[in-house]
């Protein structure tokens, strides 16, 4: 990413949304944690930003009654940004029905929110920016026309009211703040997504292609007898003098502020076998799939930010800004889709369109928006920091946002390689025989994997695959890490750019009688690529076991608990641990513990249910206490904390410690076995389960068994069909 327009300002935002599900509101800002952490603003003051969308919701100021405002929270928050030096765009309404005595479909809506937008101007009349009412169209459309936010409404009339109703509210709440600050100015958001179809379907995709711009429209005074939707309006119940407002008193944004995300523009398809169920739905006329249109072959340049924001200056031919630059997926992933908006924003730029800033969105992560906040899962997406992290921890989104808000460029090696949108196995259908733009043939940085033969090794190289890393892994007999000379021909042949080590002897119960080997594997081989990782200026990452522990300390161990290794395994990865940081300080050591996965049949939760499978019975220890690790979010946590740039020791073990038998007690129910046949057994009584200091990164144990089970789904629908029971799924 470079900085080639000094004009193109970064800005930041925090996910703040406030929705209103039944009779319950969720608030992202507390279940993020940043309501409670005023010392958040210091972090994003440290990325170099100057300017911050910010919350001064309406549900949190006046949640009882319109008069009984408590500005406790801002008091303590707005005037903090100034002395940041960091300008706020005020948000009164983020995806909200606002508080309970009112909502998108109430008559009085519009005033109401035009009363607390003066009130909030009075008491801060520096703020020379708001956002009265984040995206009122998809809200609108989320809220009254497919029913996933109060108040539920699946119709166009109750749609066109909250659309209507949230517009009048963000032209009367610029009246009401224009009278305290004349040059207050309106950034204005919305997510202009665009609608492709097949030829069947072409007239629902020209619907919705029109739609996308009725809040841009009805503010900018567009909206009259002859625009495609005013009839649609009257027929629903919005009165002509309602629209007419709109056309006497425009109030065009001073700002357009295009929220553009992957899953924006949008493909319809009458062919349903062709997609998966959950993308199944239809119209009053017929039944298609609604996909990400980036799945589906399209020519060049017709999805993307890019198109989006040409479309909304050519229709407005006002200033544009990107408002919302997030994407939820692995760091890499995270980085391309950032550079991809901001080289489109730069490109755009130099064409003569006004483009202002991009902003990184969702600088603490957001909290449950793969469901659209309609499901408590508890699944967090990073943005800028990662808040699993006491105090939040910076990315690499942070680190690339805090290199171009300060005019430097920003590289990662992640960047080589296209986005999961840009590769040619993101299709849900085979693409057309006409030639799919080539990847740039400039030479990729790569990863070197060790231990290629290895589940670890095997689960990196997967995963990498997956994630459009280019590696090369190599095995035993290619490289043995214990001799230096090898190593460092390898490093210097292969040139990476990381080294992650999955190489080791795994053999707990022959580590004994095989120490030499061990040791040399273990310890030795560990601190000969540290050596030759430092010397290059090679990151390097290494996996370290909770067995490094004796288990005597009674609860989960974390980062900073003393090692006391008390078996041969352990202490030679205990050595590994010592040796590779006097080597290289700034390598990365993983511990972890008891993998379990779904592309392996020889780990103890595929042995646990091949035995129930088959009626016999296991046993299984009741005493020892044990982190189990799902491999996969093992590899995912540990390649991002290696792109984040992350050192030092770090426990990666997913949350939830149970005994050996209550592992299989778990992994029996899910698969619907008896119980009984899974007995306890008396050991060594020791807990050397993993918890962490520095962040717990893993999701639940609960969470990772039901993944293992869906990656294998087939497998165990067939196992329980044959005993006449339900698949749990």
């Known amino acids: 990413m470079k900085r080639r327009d000094a004009t193109i300002e970064i800005w930041g935002g925090h996910e703040c949304t406030v929705a209103r599900i039944g009779d319950d509101f969720r608030s992202e800002g507390s279940e993020t944690g940043h309501d409670a952490r005023l010392a958040d603003l210091e972090l994003v003051a440290s990325l170099g930003v100057k300017t911050v969308r910010y919350p001064a919701l309406w549900e949190t100021v006046a949640p009882l009654h319109p008069d009984e405002c408590d500005w406790r929270w801002l008091d303590e928050r707005l005037p903090r940004l100034r002395q940041l030096g960091l300008s706020p765009i005020a948000g009164l309404l983020h995806h909200g029905s606002g508080p309970r005595y009112t909502n998108l479909l109430d008559v009085k809506f519009p005033e109401l929110l035009a009363a607390y937008a003066e009130k909030t101007a009075q008491r801060y009349p520096w703020i020379e920016r708001y956002t009265p009412v984040n995206e009122p169209l998809t809200t609108a459309r989320f809220s009254a026309l497919y029913g996933h936010w109060y108040p539920h409404e699946r119709n166009d009339r109750a749609f066109l009211r909250a659309l209507i109703n949230q517009c009048s509210g963000i032209r009367l709440s610029m009246r009401s703040i224009r009278r305290v600050n004349p040059q207050a100015q309106l950034v204005q958001t919305e997510d202009l997504g665009r609608i492709f179809s097949t030829e069947r379907l072409a007239y629902q995709a020209e619907l919705e292609n029109e739609r996308r711009w009725l809040s841009f429209d009805l503010l900018c005074g567009k909206v009259d007898r002859r625009h495609p939707w005013w009839e649609s309006f009257i027929a629903n119940g919005v009165g002509e003098r309602e629209l007419a407002a709109f056309l006497e008193e425009p109030c065009a944004p001073d700002v357009v502020g295009i929220d553009h995300y992957l899953t924006s523009d949008r493909f319809l398809d009458e062919r349903l076998p062709l997609y998966p169920k959950e993308f199944h739905g239809g119209n009053q006329h017929h039944r298609y799939a609604d996909v990400d249109a980036v799945r589906v072959d399209l020519p060049d340049g017709a999805t993307g930010p890019a198109p989006r924001l040409r479309e909304a200056w050519e229709r407005y031919r006002l200033p544009v800004a990107v408002t919302e630059a997030h994407h939820g997926c692995s760091r890499d992933e995270q980085l391309r889709w950032f550079a991809e908006i901001w080289d489109a924003a730069h490109d755009l730029k130099a064409t003569g369109v006004d483009i202002r800033a991009v902003t ?190 004796n288990g005597r300390l009674g609860r989960a161990y974390v980062e900073d608990d003393e090692p006391a290794p008390a078996c041969i395994y352990g202490r030679s990865k205990f050595q590994a641990e010592q040796r590779v940081q006097e080597m290289f300080p700034e ?30 019975g296991v046993e299984a220890s009741a005493d020892e206490i044990v982190a189990p690790t799902y491999t996969p979010d093992l ?85 329980t069909t044959a005993r006449g029971l339900a698949f749990p799924g």
């Open 360 to 549: 990184s969105w969702a600088m603490f992560g957001s909290m449950d928006w793969s469901s659209l906040l309609t499901r408590k899962r508890g699944h967090y997406e990073p943005g800028a920091f990662d808040i699993r992290s006491d105090p939040p921890r910076r990315t690499a989104v942070g680190h690339a946002v805090e290199a171009l808000a300060s005019g430097r460029d920003y590289d990662h090696p992640a960047l080589d390689s296209p986005g999961w949108w840009r590769r040619d196995n993101r299709f849900f259908l085979s693409p057309s025989s006409r030639s799919l733009p080539r990847s740039s043939t400039a030479p990729r940085r790569r990863l070197l994997i060790t231990g290629a033969n290895g589940l670890l090794g095997q689960a990196l190289a997967r995963i990498c695959r997956l994630r459009g890393l280019d590696h090369v892994a190599l095995s035993r007999s290619r490289l043995d890490i214990a001799d230096a000379k090898q190593v460092e021909c390898a490093l210097d042949e292969l040139r990476p750019w990381a080294v992650v080590n999955a190489a080791g002897f795994v053999r707990l119960a022959d580590a004994e009688a095989e120490y030499e080997r061990c040791m040399r594997v273990n310890a030795l081989g560990p601190e000969v690529l540290a050596a030759a990782c430092a010397q290059r200026g090679v990151s390097f990452v290494t996996f370290s076991s909770d067995l490094v522990f």
């Open 587 to 616: 390598a990365l050591v993983l511990r972890t513990s008891a993998f379990f996965c779904p592309w392996d049949r020889t780990n103890f939760a595929y042995r646990v249910l091949r035995r129930l499978d088959s009626g016999l």
């Open 635 to 719: 590899v995912q946590a540990a390649l991002d904390l290696l792109i984040d740039g992350e050192t030092g020791v770090w426990h990666l073990a997913n949350a939830g410690e149970v005994s050996w038998h209550d592992f299989a007690l778990r992994l029996a129910a899910s698969a619907n076995f008896t119980r009984r046949l899974v007995k306890p057994v008396a050991r060594i009584e020791r807990n050397t389960a993993l918890g962490s200091a520095r962040g717990m990164l893993l999701p639940s144990l609960d969470n990772a068994i039901e993944r293992f089970f869906r990656e294998n789904e087939h497998d165990w629908k067939a196992a």
